[in-house]
Every structure is written in structure tokens, then in C-alpha cells.
């Protein structure tokens, strides 16, 4: 089946830290990987996204790029800031050839983000 | 506004009682997705609509829940006979029927059951 498997959190991590959160996937079929973000008290974002192998996606300094041969989608950042303090989500949407594709999102667990002035 | 909308954006309810939760997607996107967010489960899809038909209904946990959209636009997201394990953060989703579109989510219904 279609899974995600992300680090487990929470991560507290000191102003301008290097952040790695790790993703990992398992899925048939076509798949485009994101990460989407939750701010504290607000809805679902789109963060950044990639869909096929060895693209990188990047977006507020934030990247991540899609590893066929590791499975894998992990999230960086070379230097956070406090206002990047959030749940963060891997997520996979997967594209089957028969006739009607779908494309939902299997989300990971997801990972809150603390980051310390 | 642009985004996605859900009403209401809190609901309290009696467990035993039917409710109705509505999403507006974006003007213009053809594919609309049902997800609940719990803390025990997660984020879990339901139920995925192209056009005004749903596919996949897999998703749905019980036969308690349905779906449907009209005109291609508004959905409903229906519960009946509600239970306390369906306390949780029912979120709407739209995009453009097309492989790897973003998916915008709108603020979300939380539902209470008491």
C-alpha cells in the first residue's frame, strides 16, 4: 500500500539551526511528494512540493528533494527562524493509470517544530 | 475571498444527532477532497469528488457518512447519528484535476460531540 513514514517529533531546535525532518514513502503507482504546514491556529499550506524523481522543491528557504532510489523526501532548512515554529507534514498523492486517477493525499504523522529565540 | 471556506467553523453537537458540514472550493477547481484530522489518526482522507461524482468512497469510516456536491462546486459533508469518536477537524481541499496539483485546504470544521 501507500504510506508515509516521518520523523516523530516534537523538535526544539535554537534560532538560525539547521533543521533536517525526515520522510520516507512507500507507494505504487506515480507519486508527487509535499510537505505542507500547519502554523499555530491556522489551516493547511502548501510548503513546497515535487513530482517525479530528482526534482527539488523549495520555497521560504525551505527545500526538499524527491530520492526515488531512497524513498525519501526529507525537509531542510539551513538556518530557522521562530516564526517557522509549526507541525509540519510530508505527504504523498498518488496517480494510477486506470480510469479515473485520484491524487489524494496520504499524510505522514507529521512533526511539530519548536524553535527557540 | 479566493480560498476555500467551510461553514461552520465550530460545531457542537449531541451525540445522536445528524450534522452538516458545507465546503465552497475554489472558483474553477474540478476535484475536491474530505479529510479529517484527529489525534489519534491523523490526517486521514474520506471521500474525493471529481466533478459531482465520487469514485473512490472508501475512505468514509462508517455508513453513517455520505457526500455529495452540486453543480460541481459546494459539497456536503453529511453524519448522521453523530458519536463522540466522530470529534475531530473535518477539512476541505480543491484543485485542479491534474496530476501533481496543489491541494488548498480550507480553515476546517471542529466538530465536538458530547
Known amino acids: 500500500g501507500n504510506s508515509v513514514t516521518q520523523m516523530e517529533g516534537p523538535v526544539t531546535l535554537s534560532e538560525e539551526a539547521f533543521l533536517t525532518i525526515n520522510c520516507t514513502y512507500t507507494?505504487?503507482?506515480?507519486?508527487?511528494l509535499f510537505w505542507y504546514v500547519q502554523y499555530p491556529g491556522e489551516g493547511l499550506q502548501l510548503l513546497l512540493k515535487a513530482t517525479k524523481a530528482d526534482d527539488k522543491g523549495s520555497n521560504k528557504g525551505f527545500e526538499a528533494t524527491y530520492r526515488k532510489e531512497t524513498t525519501s523526501f526529507h525537509l531542510e532548512k539551513g538556518s530557522v527562524q521562530v516564526s517557522d515554529s509549526a507541525v509540519y507534514f510530508c505527504?504523498?498523492?498518488?496517480?494510477?493509470?486506470?480510469?479515473?486517477?485520484?491524487?489524494?493525499?496520504?499524510f505522514g504523522k507529521g512533526t511539530k517544530l519548536s524553535v527557540k529565540p | 475571498g479566493a480560498g476555500v471556506s467551510q461553514s461552520p467553523s465550530n460545531k457542537v453537537t449531541e451525540k445522536g444527532k445528524d450534522v452538516e458540514l458545507r465546503c465552497d472550493p475554489i472558483?474553477?477547481?474540478?476535484?475536491l477532497y474530505w479529510y479529517r484530522q484527529s489525534l489519534g489518526q491523523g490526517l486521514e482522507f474520506l471521500i474525493y469528488?471529481?466533478?459531482?461524482?465520487?469514485?473512490?468512497k472508501s475512505g468514509l469510516p462508517s455508513d453513517r457518512f455520505s457526500a455529495e456536491r452540486t453543480g460541481g462546486s459546494v459539497s456536503t459533508l453529511t453524519i448522521q447519528r453523530t458519536q463522540q469518536e466522530d470529534s475531530a477537524v473535518y477539512l476541505c481541499a480543491s484543485s485542479l484535476h491534474d496530476r501533481g496539483k496543489t491541494q488548498y485546504f480550507g480553515p476546517g470544521t471542529r466538530l465536538l460531540v458530547l
Open positions: 505527504a504523498l498523492a498518488v496517480w494510477m493509470n486506470y480510469g479515473g486517477s485520484q491524487g489524494n493525499l496520504i
Open positions: 472558483s474553477g477547481h474540478t476535484a
Open positions: 469528488f471529481q466533478g459531482n461524482s465520487a469514485p473512490d
Open positions: 507507494a505504487t503507482g506515480y507519486p508527487s
